[in-house]
């Protein structure tokens, strides 16, 4: 049973991880609490359901699904697609409503500027997709059976290596390239990577695209394990920020590790107090990390 | 290239501040030719740093011009500055201590080509191999002189025309202050024109060939660095020194 709980709260955990990378990234960056971000999960997982029924029109090869798992190729070309589509809505939300705000306004006001967002976001939603859960595959799967007893779907190992392939990759991006290298410069210090020659307007772009990409992968991975749904977002919002906190603002292994911390901790509490608890252990996590480190495991303390 | 007047920097009549309608400078005009070191001296809130943070465009200027090679860069965004020869070194986080030596050494060359911006990393390598001997480390574990010598290369990754140095010598030992002056006046052999403002004033002046007064924003006495070193006005009225001694003879 304990091993059970493990694995699930590894594959709840990926999730969560790919959607709080983003938000890390925009809170110490934008340096503000942005509560719009667990919207992206929402829209990434329905502009997904989107291009699936697109891509699937193809028929032929498009129509066959991929060994053990409930999907095709339409489904992974909707994730990319999905990808862009929420990229470009973090770029819209940025351009027109957080970069001119932040000209004028506080962080107060940009932290209730997200709220108003996030609602108009969710009701969007809701109004062009109906309040009923949607599934993007009604294949049936069989649960692959691991040593000690514990039982994965196939599309949940598939969740959890591309959970893995994307944190190898960003990691990549951010020490390997001048536009990762220049977003950790930019996340240091603005003012001294704009004397440095670097377009602090245009890096900032690039952390909404990376945040947004991630929330629209973790959103589709929800949908396809779980079931796509308006609140999607919603429900992740107190996990999603406390892997944030829990990481370390702007620290892409701490977002990892933070979503990875939140998904062990929902799964296995559920061990020694009842299952209507469990969506409080998020909100218990986030009290201890700033009773104890409020920087976070990988933040930098304040001196 | 100096501008026909023969100036790489040319301020004048600059009103510029943090907040709009409360400027900090009240129409400071100085200049800076091709090799010459000018030092910025004065009181505490004179507006010195103001001055260079607005050079480098990090304060915005309300009226007046700056110009670079003959051209007003006004209103030139601070990142396009950095590649059209304007080279900053402020006073606190001068560096990226997050990132590695040669990371602080790449956001330096952010703005130039991939391949150009190597070559330029390792001809400052050349020059500073205390960086290059350390390269992988992080730039939070460099003391206070090696940061400097970091954050001076870091500037100099686009060959700039103008180096800006916001009291380079705060918090460093008079030795690191030393090898530092003395790296200052290379630069000017080779050509770079470098504005300076320091607290430490006798230091600054015996390495500058001129240098501006400032006070309340404005400009006050400006003239050459062994002139103003032997002022006693200067010491008494701008830097609250005694009547008797003269700058040059106070000792730290």
Redesign the interface.
Known sequence: MFLQHLADGILSGAIVSLGAIGLSFTMKMLRFANFSHSELLTWGAYAALVFLSFFSTFGGFFDQTIGPFSFGLPLLFAMACACITTSLIAMFLHLYVFDRLSRSAGHMTMVFASFGVALVLRHLVTLIWGSDPIYYSNELQFAILLPGGVRVMPDQVFLFGLTIFTVIFLHLFMTRT?TG??M??VA??P??????????NAIILWVWIIGASGAAMGGVLYGMTIQLRPELGFSLILPLFAAAILGGAGSLYGAVLGGLIVGLSENLSVMIIPTTYKPAVPFLLILLILFIRPEGIFG?RKR | MSSAAGYILQVKDLVAGYIRDLPILHGVSVYVDRGEIVTIIGPNGAGKSTLIKAV???VSVSQGSIELNGKNIVNV???????QG?G?V?QT???????SIH?NL???????H?GKAERRIEELYEIYPVLKSRRREKAGVLSGGQRQILAVA??LL?QPDLILLDEPTAGLSPKAAAELFALIRDLSRDGVAVLIVEQNAKAALRNSDRGYVLAEGENRIDGAAHTLLADKEIGEIFLGMRRDTPLEKEEA
């Open positions: 001048r290298i220049a950790r410069g240091e210090s003012s001294l990577a704009q004397v440095s020659g670097v377009n602090v930098e | 480098a465009g990090l965004p601070a990142y396009q500055r950095a590649t304007v900053y402020p986080g001068n560096v990226f201590t997050t990132l990371e790449i956001m330096g060359g952010a703005s130039l991939r870091r500037a686009t």
